[in-house]
């Protein structure tokens, strides 16, 4: 069975930081591009960041590019997500996300999701 | 980037009804189109891909239709345990898109 559980996220402070962990199991990591997706509060859903399988290439959403940063450790079958300079508009839920095996960007196993509150 | 237009946002049927939901693309996606079905306070989960693919374990009431830019999903002989907000997503191109989230309640 496929399980996807997030750690990490919590009540922080406008511009500092915090790293979000997702660890995975039931499938094999590596094969797999994963991605973060945020739902801020009542509101619709929003792709974040995706990586590729190897690590190798990443990608973001303009409104995080050279805030956050989206890793993955294959030996530890754990995907994570760097926050820095966080500001009010990133408060949300962010799940962690399995992309659909070659199919872009269709997620096809979420997690149970994370709260992230920016607030002073 | 490509915006995604729902409608209704909000649908109120009965039990045994058949409901659909429309999906608008800004631009053509070539069927590069998923619906999700988010629960409430659950986590979304994947009912369509490719337009009309079916996912694993999801029920044959549910199917995807469309092309182009217009896209639908149709729920027949609506379940209580359909109650949830449906979300369609576009992949053909980058950012992958959202759209704003149809709520079904029972009537």
């Known amino acids: 069975e496929v399980q996807l559980v997030e750690s990490g996220g919590g009540l922080v402070q406008p511009g500092r930081s915090l790293k979000l962990s997702c660890a995975a199991s039931?499938?094999?990591?590596?094969?797999?591009?994963m991605a973060w997706v945020r739902q801020a509060p009542t509101k619709g859903l929003e792709w974040v960041a995706s990586i590729t399988n190897s690590g190798g290439s990443t990608y973001y959403r303009d409104s995080v590019k050279g805030r956050f940063t989206i890793s993955r450790d294959n030996a530890k079958s754990t995907l994570y997500l760097q926050m820095d300079s966080l500001r009010s508009e990133d408060t949300a839920t962010y799940y962690c996300?399995?992309?659909?095996?070659?199919?872009?960007?269709?997620?096809?196993?979420w997690g149970q999701g994370v709260m992230v509150t920016v607030s002073s | 980037d490509i915006q995604m237009t729902q409608s209704p946002a909000s649908l109120s049927a009965s039990l045994g009804e058949t409901v659909t939901i429309e999906c608008l693309a800004s631009e053509d996606i070539y069927s590069n189109l998923a619906w999700y079905q988010q629960k409430p306070g659950k986590s979304p989960q994947l009912l369509i891909y490719y337009a009309n693919s079916l996912n694993d374990g999801v029920p044959s009431r549910f199917s995807g239709s469309g092309s182009g830019t217009q896209y639908s999903l149709k729920i027949n002989s609506l379940q209580s345990e359909d109650v949830s907000i449906y979300f369609c997503?576009?992949?053909?191109?980058?950012?992958?898109?959202f759209g704003g989230g149809t709520k079904l309640e029972l009537k």
């Open positions: 039931g499938f094999t990591f590596s094969n797999y591009y």
């Open positions: 996300t399995r992309v659909r095996y070659y199919d872009g960007s269709t997620f096809d196993y």
């Open positions: 997503q576009q992949n053909y191109d980058s950012p992958p898109t």
